[in-house]
């Protein structure tokens, strides 16, 4: 079985697939559909119309530092409404900012638009442990955790509640060619593999992406020591 047909249970139920791209246009979307790919994060102002290509996509966005009011973020949903699909993302993540006025207000709207059903599933990018423990407090608790390294305090607190951790990779991977010459593996295989035998969820740039990626060798000890170097925080 590949890794594409894959999932994840999320402590809501819902289901995540295993590996995921980020794309920002037509050419790179067809692409990671193309080679099998069904996770897939977007930013709201393209107009790809994803839904009527492939309906079981599953559709993350991520609402940046931008978005402020809560007005914003309405207008925000009724740009993914026009442009990406007619009904609702799988999952909005909501990156996080030091104003935590901000994040609550914001948080709170994200709350109305999924009782709403406008989002189906609500997760956080850029936390930190005082940030996230304010949101954690509140009526709907994220269900992904999106990180731009490896950080064990928040992986860790991410699992104590049951939140999925996500890994945006845009390390140069290509360092680790050596390591996949020793599995006779491409690169983006180890790096896939290193994740999935993490139990995080590796969200690759769509330049790094191929057919059927092979995550089911095992990487020994030392090796996954060396391979964890390149995503901790400098």
Known sequence: MSIFDEAIVLNDGSLIPKVGVQVDNDQTFNEAVAAGFRLIEQT?????????????????????????TREELR??????????????????????????????EIWHELEEAKCKGWVKCLGVADATTDILGELLKEKVKPVVMQLNYED????????????Q???????????LAEIATKYKVSVIDLVISYFNQKRIIPLIEADAMKEQPKADIKIQAEDMEI???????N
């Open 44 to 68: 709201a102002d393209q107009k790809m119309y994803m839904r009527k290509k492939l309906p079981q996509l599953f559709l993350e966005t991520v609402i940046s530092e931008d978005v402020k």
């Open 75 to 104: 207008n925000y949903f009724a740009t993914v409404r026009a442009n990406l699909i007619s009904s609702r993302p799988d999952l909005c993540l909501l990156k996080l900012s030091d104003d935590q006025k901000r994040n609550q």
């Open 152 to 163: 064990p305090v928040l992986i860790n607190l991410a699992r104590e509640h049951k939140m």
């Open 165 to 175: 951790v996500e890994i945006s990779i845009r390390e140069d991977i290509d360092a």
């Open 227 to 233: 391979i964890g170097q390149l995503f901790a925080s």
